[in-house]
């Protein structure tokens, strides 16, 4: 037993250890709540495609999810941020979709503005979770990532990829 005492005490400090970082963890999650509902269609416009990869999760950051627009299109549509991005998170729940609220009031916003379709074919980004103001975990559930864009005459489209959190 004597022999064993050290890789003991090396087992009973690893199990501490995992336990406190699971504690930590646990009680510094923060859950974005659900906003106002919405029913605005999506991926209604000929020649723009929105992809997704699968979206990656980190304990202090939430969820990474990298995208990618493709245009085909001579049209141009403008991705354009008046508030804190055109980038937003949703929750389906019984076949409703909600925009997921920001845990944040005071959001600092930069203007940003991105033109695609015409010459140029393909626009690329990815959204934080935690850097968005959505919090750092996600319930289980559907979610989609949704992209604003504006055509020529300023009218709203909305570009959507959906996945799944278990």
């Not at 999810?65 to 991705?79: G, H, L, Q």
């Amino acid at each position: 037993m004597k022999r064993y005492r050290g890789w003991m005490i090396l087992l009973l400090c690893v199990a501490l250890f995992t336990g406190g970082v699971r504690l930590v963890l646990w009680a510094t999650a923060d859950y974005p709540t659900l906003g106002e509902p919405v029913s605005y269609p999506v991926n209604q416009v000929e020649g723009f495609d929105l992809t997704i990869q699968e979206p990656f999760w980190s304990p202090f950051k939430g969820y990474t999810i990298r995208w990618s627009v493709s245009a085909e299109s001579e049209e141009i549509y403008t991705f354009v941020s008046d508030g804190p991005d055109f980038e937003y998170l949703e929750r389906c729940i019984g076949r409703q979709w909600y925009r997921l609220a920001y845990s944040q009031e005071n959001l600092p916003f930069n203007q940003l503005e991105f033109a695609l379709g015409g010459e140029t074919s393909s626009l690329s980004g990815s959204m934080v979770q935690k850097y968005m103001y959505y919090g750092t975990r996600l319930e289980t559930g559907s979610y989609r990532l949704v992209l604003e864009m504006r055509a020529e005459d300023g009218t709203p489209c909305y570009l959507a990829a959906e996945f799944d959190v278990r």
